[in-house]
């Protein structure tokens, strides 16, 4: 047993850009082991995504084709993935941490009666795979141990795609056998909601609200601090869940991903799915109660104070400092 | 139709967090503890579907002696019975050592419907639905924010990235992993905490387990990687400073 294989995501002929975080973390992780590096792109007609993997620094590259896997399904990706394993027997098998990833790695780990070490954030000598804990409060060292392989998936932003070597590596076609009655589930054609009507994308001042404003009827306090910068309002998912913002002025993974020149987090934790909508703002402020919140990892200027105070006190401020 | 719902007790949300001296987990005697979010969401999606479709709800909890309160509150709010895999030793095994002990209370049970959050709150591995899948050989579908039953099939929505979605078919049995947010949860009544006195809770004595394979060796607080300025003093001193620094050398005010 030997090897990391980096398994790759990819839409429609679409890379999913933390596919190269994940090879980067894969290039880390097989010097560390001092063993070859191996990445795997599957879907149907994948050989021109296989051919630009092949331009990184690796031994080799799989495209895993065939006709059942033109839709992503639990049943038809883990079959697939698991036919891959046993031909070639990696010790380490890497995933990006995405929504699909979610939904099928855990069943191909547990194929081989393993865990996935989900999540991933770094991994020090051993290799000790770290992850966090509590919504990002905290820090675990994961240990693997048993038969392997290690199935370990990666945290957006954890690793750098820019920091890929080039390089040139074979393109070799597998060709898993499968059939159409092992997939259970039906797949329908992906949609969005509604057309949005507010595109935060392009804001560039962001006032974004989290649980600690408590209840909808203390919206209004955030809403008039937006009002006053000039900003557009904006919130984490709780918000949005229990419909106290609509769901067009949700930040995160599941909503929308901004960048504007200044991010103000009011009551917002800080939980990862939040952070990957927002971490690359230009200057990001926080206020919350709690100075241990894992928003504070992010943030540049950073109030620990109760919101209820410090926002009306805000208000007044700016307000002064624009007349 | 015969759901189970797989829930976790774990400590209150913003609880403050100590960690043990041996650094392998955190100080547990002094904190409260409560259903995992999106557990309750899973939980009030079966008891919606049991008022839609008739039968019954099966609240199915391993965890400590302590996680009877939580099973107790589950009962409150309207499930059936439930069954508590009772063992204060849990923490040795990993998800895939959880789910198998799962697995084998949900074989028993032969459920039409096997519905959990989508992760925990406190270990946030988020796969134990997806692995209790496997182990009972039914099909799945991940972070669900929508439940429509068709006779022996179900339709479900799931979430995909970046605010898109997708229906997605397959046969009962089944297991869905629940999103928060996909329904309005609800309180127990006074006369939902009356009955669930009288309700069952069956304790069953965890059968032999596969040993983890993802080892939790040791706990402790990040390294804060970036420097954060934090502006001190009484709010209104704290925000005048803020609002100095966002004018004079952010400049976006």
Known sequence: ?323 | MKIVVAIKQVPVRDSQLRIESDQRWIQEDDLGFEINEPDAYALEEALQLKEKHGGEVVALCAGPSRATQTIREALAKGADRAIHIEDDNLRDLDTFGIATLLAGAVKAEKPDLILTGLQSDDLGYGQTGVVLAELLGVPHATIIMQVEVQGGSIQVKRELEGGWFQHIEMPLPAVLTIQSGINKLRYATLMGIKKAKSKEIKSVTPAAAPAATAVLERVYVPQKSKQTQIFEGDAKSAAAKLVEKLKFEVRII
């Open chain 1, 1 to 323: 047993m030997s090897g990391v294989l980096v398994v790759m995501e990819q839409q429609a002929g679409a890379w999913h850009r933390m596919s190269w975080e994940t090879l980067a973390a894969g290039q880390q992780l097989a010097e560390q082991v001092g063993q070859p590096l191996y990445s795997a792109v599957v879907g149907q007609g994948v050989a021109a995504l296989a051919g630009e993997a092949a331009t990184k620094k690796l031994d080799k590259v799989h495209a895993v084709e065939h006709a059942l896997l033109k839709d992503y399904t639990a049943d038809g990706f883990t079959a697939a993935l698991a036919q891959l394993i046993q031909a070639h027997a990696p010790s380490y098998v890497l995933f990006p941490h995405t929504y699909q990833v979610r939904d099928f790695a855990p069943k191909l780990a547990a194929r081989f009666a393993a865990s996935l070490i989900s999540d991933v954030v770094a991994f020090h000598a051993g290799p000790v795979f770290v992850r966090q804990l509590f919504q990002g409060k905290l820090n675990a060292d994961i240990r693997p141990a048993g038969a392997g392989p290690v199935f370990v998936s990666v945290q957006a932003g954890a690793f750098r795609a820019e920091s890929l070597v080039e390089g040139a590596a074979r393109v070799e076609t597998f060709a898993p056998r499968l059939d159409a009655a092992e997939i259970r589930t039906k797949p329908h054609e992906p949609f969005r909601e509604a057309a949005r009507a507010v595109d935060l994308g392009a804001a560039e001042l962001i006032v974004s609200v989290g649980r600690g404003i408590k209840e909808k009827d203390n919206i209004p306090v955030v809403e008039e601090l937006a009002k006053a910068m000039g900003a557009e309002l904006a919130a984490s998912r709780p918000i949005c869940d229990n419909g106290w913002l609509p769901m067009e002025r949700q930040v995160g993974s599941s909503g929308q991903t901004v960048s504007p020149k200044m991010y103000m987090a009011v009551g917002i934790s800080g939980a990862i799915q939040h952070l990957v909508g927002m971490k690359g703002s230009k200057t990001i402020v926080a206020i919350n109660k709690d100075s241990n919140a894992p928003i504070f990892e992010v943030a540049d200027y950073g109030i620990v104070g109760d919101l209820f105070e410090v926002v009306p006190a805000l208000v007044e401020e700016v307000k002064k400092a624009k007349s």
